[in-house]
């Protein structure tokens, strides 16, 4: 051969190996962004159930505080009246007392309410982070030359469905039949 062929076997060489190496890194790094798309996805569905999870026992140990402040105060009225009028209460036909009964503080609704909006708040946000990091990978998968490489490394290699977001049965419903009637907060 003659150093004017070789020369080109050398250049083709040279840029067969540079792609192989741009091909192969390419991989690596696709690979790669894919597993921690996927390890994110994962670990944020985790957050939603501990969210969740928290939420729900901050609505139910908060409930029982008026449940136990409510028995409380049954007995502190019960003995007060009992105290005043003995057992089986007064027997007068007229009876002109002013009475300070104790009363069931309504701030502790309140308080109940306040925990249920903050969790249901917090909730929510964890479920939109969740989405868009589903998006952001879906997305990434989908783009080329992404989807070339992540087909041949067999990604999504978790099952996306398995990490949808918790919805209620009026949403998903609603949401079938494109029909959302108004909220019926009071019954008639």
Do not use: C
């Not at 009964?101 to 502790?108: A, E, F, M, R, T």
């Not at 589903?134 to 070339?148: D, G, H, L, M, Q």
């Amino acid at each position: 051969m003659n150093k004017m062929a070789l020369g080109f076997v050398g250049v083709v060489m040279a840029f067969l190996v540079i792609s192989a190496v741009v091909v192969v890194s390419q991989g690596i790094g696709i690979n790669n962004t894919s597993i921690k798309f996927e390890k994110d996805i994962q670990a944020q569905y985790g957050q939603n159930k501990n969210s969740y999870d928290n939420y729900f026992k901050k609505v139910q140990e908060s409930a029982q505080i008026p449940s136990k402040y409510s028995d409380d105060l049954k007995s502190v009225y019960t003995a007060a009246i009992q105290g005043r009028y003995g057992r089986d209460g007064s027997k007068a036909t007229w009876q002109w007392i002013q009475e300070h009964n104790p009363n069931l503080d309504p701030s502790l609704y309140r308080q109940i309410q306040q925990v249920i909006e903050s969790g249901r708040n917090d909730f929510q946000s964890n479920q939109t982070t969740l989405l868009d990091k589903k998006r952001v990978y879906e997305t990434f998968i989908a783009t080329f030359p992404n989807s070339v490489y992540v087909k041949f490394l067999g990604f999504p290699k978790i099952d996306l469905a398995k990490y949808d977001i918790v919805t209620s049965g009026d949403t998903e419903q609603a949401f079938e039949t494109k029909r959302a009637d108004k909220i019926q907060v009071f019954s008639k």
